[in-house]
């Protein structure tokens, strides 16, 4: 049976790495106000960032999709790990050692599938580069050479060379305890006639890192004219690579793609190091496979999506990089950023632009790009013969919808006077109201993307009998019960002891009755200490109630200056208020109903309450917080 971890461990590894760096990893993170930090949520698709971090908190949560929790709860969910995996691998990155109970501490049963894994290929890397050195890999340092890649340039890319023999990293990788199961399930080895062999023999190696830089698989470039294999041999799809999903540099180039707010998109490993080391130090590729709408949603993230960042696509001048370009197309609706294109002269991919004409050449061909949707237009209007009605005619139907899909207004009807003198078309009005047409009609069908979705009639509604009142939790008349859970969640020491003294039932809002009776579960304002939000959230009833608990602890504060005492104290005196006036009002229905029917002494009990509760409002509101 599996050890488990050791609870002291879990919490020094919880207080070691801290969320706003993990998540980082992952996307692009910038100033909220508050000390709080948001960006494009990365568990659904949104124009505008609703994804919010709260570093001194150790809590995220978007306010789009509701998804929220702890440093812990985010690796898992983004890398689908277990508890103890995740554990593990924050443990890895902190430096801990952890100690693991009811048996004792042995790795190679005790971790997780993903761990295992994760950790044969960054034993892999490790011989692959090391190979790179011997006698056998001369023809892989020769390639590079050829390329203008030295030393130096293949360490920083981790760039290795797999030996030719049958087995060699089978063997290094058993030496190092793993099984033949793991070995085949990670794609690094396959079956043989008489076990497990290299999947990847006599070849260059290229690590491929997922966005937080562990190696999840390789690309292979055959180097021998007696390689049967393909050009290139990528690994195969396993429980850590799928290749719709990665993206070759992102782990290099995400803080200037995240700086720059450019992304510039390239063909292959060679053509990613030729820009990086040529200053294009945003630069990534694919694996294998075309840019498609995974690959968007990463670097939408890392960008931060918006329209003042761009994305630039790089392709060879020749036909399968004009196709390539207009597949590209398909998918830049998907962005809220610029789309470009700069092709190579010449039919040169940036490799060997680099090597042609040197750095300043790669540069400058970023610097020479051009709308995407620009060379889109020019690609279809050039499959027409322009001198006939007829050919000009089908050259409008088949751009037009190209220009009609451009987000911006008035870059799409600059652009539609362009068409109509591209295509030597005097009457510009018609060409305008064609595309202005098409444009209209991909909104009502949906087909402009996010921006203009299809509203579908609302379904008849099921009447149900009611069950709790469907409390609007933003509403301006719960705005100080908000307003005051947040400051005990955030800054209990402002709202603490009298924070301790409310009732749950003086937060009138079920759900916020919920949150204040965890938060008296979890020891009150009073015992707020490092693991106090830990506590609060375990002591939630139930999901709801928990994420409510996330929400509130990283929602930042109505106030644009630095919470004090008096901003404290002036939503305990509003919440306090809000619960005396609700007793009140039914203090005097009550009295109403018993005037008919009520005893003596039933109707003394409740004036005189009445009586108090009038008299205590009266003092809150000249006292404020002195009368709580």
Not at 420 to 437: H, N
Request: aromatic share 8%; net charge negative.
């Amino acid at each position: 049976m599996a050890g488990r971890i050791n609870d002291d461990d879990i919490k020094a590894v919880r207080n070691a790495v801290p969320i706003d760096a993990v998540v980082s990893d992952y996307l692009q993170l910038r100033p909220a106000g508050g000390g709080q930090l948001k960006g494009l949520c990365p568990f659904h698709d949104e124009k505008s960032p609703s994804f919010h971090v709260s570093p001194a908190k150790g809590f995220y949560h978007c306010f789009g999709c509701q998804e929220g929790g702890d440093t812990v709860d985010f690796v898992m969910k983004m890398e689908h790990l277990s508890f103890s995996e995740t554990i593990e691998r924050l443990a890895a990155q902190a430096g801990i050692t952890l100690r693991y109970e009811e048996g004792g501490y042995n790795p190679g049963r005790q971790q997780g599938e993903r761990t295992r894994l994760v950790e044969a290929h960054r034993h892999a890397a490790q011989f692959y580069a090391e190979q790179l050195g011997g006698a056998e890999a001369e023809i892989g340092r020769r390639f590079l050479a050829e390329r203008g890649f030295d030393q130096a340039a293949a360490e920083h890319f981790g760039v290795g060379y797999s030996p030719a023999g049958w087995d060699h990293l089978t063997r290094f990788l058993r030496g190092k305890g793993f099984s033949d199961k793991e070995l085949i399930l990670s794609g690094l080895s396959q079956d043989g006639r008489r076990g497990p062999i290299d999947r990847f023999r006599g070849r260059l190696m290229w690590p491929i890192r997922d966005i937080t830089g562990e190696v999840v698989g390789f690309g292979a470039r055959k180097l021998r004219d007696d390689d049967n294999g393909p050009k290139y041999l990528n690994t195969p799809e396993t429980p850590l690579y799928r290749k719709s999903q990665v993206l070759y540099g992102i782990d290099l180039a995400k803080k200037d793609i995240g700086k720059q707010s450019r992304a510039v998109v390239v063909e292959g490993y060679t053509d990613v190091m030729a820009c990086h080391l040529a200053g294009v130090t945003t630069a990534i590729a694919t694996c294998g496979t075309a840019f498609g709408g995974d690959h968007v949603k990463i670097l939408r993230r890392v960008l931060m999506d918006n329209s003042r960042s761009e994305v630039v696509f790089t392709f060879d001048g020749d036909a399968a990089g004009q196709k390539a370009a207009l597949r590209a197309f398909e998918d830049d609706q998907k962005f809220a950023a610029r789309t470009s294109i700069a092709v190579s002269p010449g039919g040169m991919d940036p490799c060997d632009l680099r090597l042609a004409k040197g750095d300043e050449a790669v540069l400058q061909l970023v610097e020479d790009r051009s709308p995407l949707f620009e060379f889109a237009i020019r690609s279809f209007v050039t499959q027409h013969n322009l001198d006939t009605a007829e050919g000009r005619s089908a050259a409008l139907e088949e751009s037009a919808p190209i220009v009609a899909r451009i987000k911006d207004p008035s870059i799409r009807h600059e652009y539609a006077v362009r068409l109509a003198g591209l295509l030597g078309i005097l009457d510009e009005t018609f060409v305008v109201r064609r595309v202005g047409q098409l444009a209209r009609f991909a909104r009502e069908r949906g087909a402009g993307g996010p921006q203009h979705p299809v509203r579908e009639p609302a379904p008849m509604p099921v009447r149900e009998a009611p069950r709790t009142p469907a409390w609007n939790l933003r509403g301006r008349d719960l705005q100080a019960q908000r307003e005051l859970l947040k400051l005990a969640l955030q800054y209990p020491q402002l709202v603490s002891p009298t924070f301790d003294a409310y009732e749950p039932h003086e937060f009138i809002a079920a759900p916020f009755t919920s949150v204040r009776a965890a938060i008296q579960q979890a020891g009150g304002v009073a015992s707020a200490d490092d693991d106090f939000l830990a506590r609060v959230r375990d002591a939630a009833p139930d999901d709801g109630v928990r994420s409510l608990v996330t929400e509130l602890a990283v929602e930042p504060l109505l106030t644009r200056r630095d919470p004090d005492e008096l901003y404290a104290g002036k939503q305990l005196v509003a919440v306090r208020q809000q619960a005396v006036g609700y007793r009140i009002r039914e203090v005097r229905a009550l009295l109403q109903r018993m005037s008919a029917h009520g005893s003596q002494e039933e109707l003394a009990a409740a004036t005189n309450e009445l009586w108090v509760l009038q008299q205590y409002d009266r003092s809150l509101r000249e006292a404020g917080p002195d009368a709580l």
